[in-house]
């Protein structure tokens, strides 16, 4: 099911997302906006060997 969630809901889920990621996260969102903490955690996560992709103009 899907679930809509507002701007907090979307980050902490991005956070929690980022964080527990070991080996590659894919965010697809038309809508994002990375705040100074997901920075942080996505820089950690690089640092930890976790690649990152971002989409947020895809074409289908």
């Given at each position: 099911m899907a679930k809509y969630l507002n701007s907090m809901g979307t980050?902490?889920?991005f956070e929690g997302i980022i964080?527990?990621?070991t080996r590659h996260v894919v965010?697809?969102?038309?809508y994002l906006s990375?705040?100074?903490r997901l920075k942080e955690l996505i820089s950690?996560?690089?640092r930890n060997g976790v690649r990152f992709t971002s989409c947020t103009?895809?074409?289908?």
């Open positions: 980050s902490y889920m964080t527990k990621a965010l697809i969102s038309p990375i705040n100074k950690e996560g690089i103009a895809c074409r289908s």
